[in-house]
């Protein structure tokens, strides 16, 4: 074990001469805690009263998040489809309006360009 130097000596007997008198415990110090422990009310456990509120609020945010993910975005898709619908209707007014007749005159064709159109 390590010696303390001898220059903490002199401290150490002023501590001790000072020191100050330890009181006399209560010979029934022991029974007055253990009734004041007794008397007093039981605490809330806040261990369990956060429990709900928490899974509440997990169970609503993981609604949302898979709401988001499973429903696709209408707006993106709408403006896709609008773009898709303008040229669409451009090509068509042009070939109308031109006298044009179509490439391909087959009702198959027209059917299959009319089922891509609509998906």
Known sequence: ???FPDDDKPLVEFLRQHRGHIPPSAPDLESQIMQAVASAPPQPQWRQRWIL???LVASLLVTWAGYRVLVP???STASTNTAELEAFLATNWDSVVAGE???SSSSQDAEADWLLSEN
Do not use: F, G, L
């Open 1 to 3: 074990m390590t010696q």
């Open 73 to 75: 975005n209408t707006a």
């Open 53 to 55: 509120p928490s899974a």
């Open 101 to 103: 007749t179509p490439a």
